[in-house]
């Protein structure tokens, strides 16, 4: 490693690995994480060294390019944990909160190469079929029947009463599950992102209800994902389809909700913006572009690993470490965004569904969740609006992402 240096005159990265100190978890994460790595950008340029829940080193990926790199060369950054060096050395407790997140598992995210594009194949085949079967239309089913609870009251929470539970209602229907094990699939998926001490409990609660569905699908088959995966040329084994169940369901929920959340929020306090989507005059799609640039639902993404010395944005990265993507970071970077007031209608080049091999599969389904909730809710409440000053809105950030806590609004009952 060379002399350490100042990061602010060549943009380099001054320490080596394990010796920072700055906690990507706790109390002053949760508040501002943005706050948190613009300091850590100030401090080291595109990468810098940070701690994760237990306080496990791993380098954090601010700058845009350098992400880019990561994501689109597995052959350096491999998403196989089992190369993990703390991992290896024993400093992660199997039970720890980051393995739900970064753990291997037998399934897509997990490899690289051959095994990656057999079982991606399977997931991406699968969710083509979803995507044609009418997915807008159970949007819209579920939509009104979430609304219908609180259409009469004339005020409603948009997080709590809409955007925290309507993609999993989708997804039940998409999966074959019962639309009753809805609430308690969301409410889990949630605590596996969120981490803590409850993640494991709540990951074993969502992978128990999936695999007495995988077994039924089994004896079962209907014209449902789950089947669709079992049925696949791919061959997947039985805890490959409970794997690729999961993954698929927790992420498709946890970032189409949070994006709900997010996309919603902004229609709310930009009254030309509303204006132009009522009228028709603007379309849903650059709304949702815009907030993916500026608040990606996953502010950061788990895990890639080193396989081999190199170095990344003047980072000395040593076989074996982690890496975190930085996506709200990489999309807030000034070499690529001087102007962040500046227009990117028509600018798909976000880090919001990640990049490379390991791109997001499902964005357009999601996108179409979220096009189609907004539509209903501004057709069926006339004179929606904010029931607080917007600047009272607050989040409440994870590792992992930053999640609006509540949307209060009004309406004409």
């Not at 609660?205 to 007495?212: A, F, M, P, R, W």
């Not at 995988?214 to 789950?226: L, V, Y």
């Not at 993404?301 to 003047?314: Q, V």
């Amino acid at each position: 490693m060379s002399a350490p240096h100042d990061p602010g005159a060549t943009g380099g990265c001054p320490v080596a690995h394990g010796t920072g100190v700055t906690r990507l978890y706790g109390p002053d994460a949760e508040r501002d994480p943005h706050g948190i790595y613009e300091r850590l950008r100030e401090t080291y340029g595109a990468v810098a060294p940070i701690l994760v829940e237990g306080d496990v080193p791993a380098w954090l990926v601010l700058g845009y390019r350098e992400n880019r790199r990561v994501l689109d060369n597995p052959l350096q950054f491999s998403r196989d944990s089992r190369i993990w060096r703390d991992w290896l050395d024993g400093n992660v407790s199997p039970v720890s909160p980051l393995m739900q997140m970064v753990g291997w598992r037998p399934d897509c995210v997990s490899q690289d190469g051959e095994p990656h594009r057999r079982l991606r194949g399977a997931v991406t085949d699968n969710l083509l079929k979803v995507a044609g079967r009418g997915i807008r239309r159970h949007v819209t089913h579920f939509a009104n029947k979430q609304i219908d609870a609180f259409a009469d009251a004339g005020r409603a929470d948009l997080v709590t009463e809409f955007a925290e539970y309507l993609p999993m209602l989708v997804l039940t229907r998409v999966f074959g599950l019962a639309e009753s094990e809805g609430r308690t699939l969301a409410e889990s998926s949630a605590q596996v992102i969120k981490g803590g001490a409850d993640a494991l409990a709540h990951n074993g609660k969502i992978v128990s209800i999936l695999t007495e569905l995988a077994a039924r699908k089994r004896s079962e088959p209907g014209s449902d994902f789950t089947s669709g995966l079992i049925e696949h040329h791919a061959g997947l084994d039985e805890d490959e389809i409970v794997q690729h169940l999961r993954l698929v369901l927790i992420t498709a929920h946890t970032t189409t909700s949070n994006l709900l959340a997010r996309v919603l929020e902004i229609v709310l306090t930009d009254d030309a913006l509303r204006s132009g989507l009522v009228s028709g005059q603007l379309n849903m799609s650059s709304v949702v572009e815009e907030v993916m640039w500026n608040t990606p639902p996953l502010a950061v993404l788990p895990g890639r690993f080193a396989t081999s010395d190199l170095e990344l944005g003047g980072c000395p990265v040593k076989e074996g470490d982690m890496l975190l993507l930085g996506l709200a970071a990489g999309n807030v970077d000034p070499l690529i965004r001087p102007d962040l007031a500046a227009s990117v209608a028509g600018n798909q080049s976000h880090l919001a569904f990640s990049a490379g091999p390991h791109e997001c599969p499902g964005q357009n389904i999601g996108q179409g969740i979220i096009e189609t909730a907004v539509d209903v809710l501004l057709h069926r409440l006339p004179g929606l609006r904010l029931a607080v000053p917007a600047g009272e809105l607050t989040s409440t950030a994870s590792t992992w992402e930053s999640r609006l806590d509540s949307l209060p609004v009004e309406f004409a009952a």
